[in-house]
């Protein structure tokens, strides 16, 4: 239990929005459906938008509403401690927990105003993938990767101090698994199949142009100030013989 209420405190302390609780509700984006055009479509962004993460938050509130004792709890609480939910909605939660989670974080991750690393990032990039084009390279196999619908991740784990790359499956949130997410694609058909069809790495590298990366290096500050402050993931690996 103490471990689980450090978890959903550190992560709750990044993520402002785990405050939230039920009726969870649908989080205004910063921009309008058409402002991420020509490279992120204007009917896929209101479709992903209005009716899929509509859907996910409508399907989480339905499935908490006569749960009146996990009325109090914080989305990070209840997508972090899945496995105290009553078993009968868990899969519920799961998927639309983490589909709201998933959704409002990816609105972040994008931004119509063009954005560029900033120089500690690539600092970052540099020491844990070699450049940064490194990382967009193994970033984008990952995305690739990902069989069926999920999503991939550039995340801080807090175990090991380093940056990662990883995969999530359906809905699943990095917080599931202790990880804190910097970045994050949907690679969900619904994201770009209108547009791209079943070229998923034309939408991959549209998707490039409109990363935030103020997003990418607010996010990667909170996890560093909420790890003592440390330069943690500017450590260099050390070379193998
Ligand atoms: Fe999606």
């Known amino acids: 239990m103490a471990k689980f209420l450090y978890c959903t405190t550190l992560f709750s302390i990044i993520n402002l929005h785990a405050i939230a609780s039920y009726p969870f509700k ?8 058409n402002s991420l055009e020509p490279f992120i479509d204007s009917q896929t962004m209101d479709i992903h938008y209005n009716g899929h993460h509509k859907k996910y938050v409508e399907e989480l509130n339905a499935a908490l509403a006569e749960h ?15 496995q105290t939910i009553p078993e009968k909605i868990r899969t519920r939660i799961r998927h639309n927990g983490g589909g709201h989670e998933n959704h409002t974080f990816f609105w972040n991750c994008m931004s119509p105003t063009k954005t560029a690393p900033g120089k500690e990032l690539l600092i970052l990039f540099t020491n844990h993938f070699g450049s940064f084009d490194g990382f967009k390279q193994k970033f984008n196999e990952a995305a690739k990767k990902v069989f069926g619908s999920g ?3 550039l995340c801080f784990d807090p175990r090991k101090e380093k940056l ?10 990095p917080y599931m698994y202790g990880l ?3 970045l994050g694609l949907d690679v969900w058909e619904h994201a770009y199949y209108l547009k791209h069809q079943n070229k998923r790495a034309s939408y991959i590298e549209a998707w490039w142009n409109v990363v935030n ?20 993931a500017l450590k260099k690996k050390k070379k193998r013989d």
């Open 26 to 33: 649908l989080l205004p984006r910063n921009y309008e459906n």
């Open 68 to 82: 009146p004792d996990l009325h109090s709890y914080s989305l990070m609480n209840l997508i972090c401690s899945l």
């Open 151 to 153: 999503w991939v991740w």
């Open 164 to 173: 990662i790359i990883t995969s999530t499956p359906n809905q699943d949130s």
């Open 180 to 182: 804190i997410p910097l």
């Open 213 to 232: 990366w103020s997003f990418v290096e607010e996010n990667y500050q909170k996890a560093r100030s909420c790890s003592g402050g440390k330069k943690i």
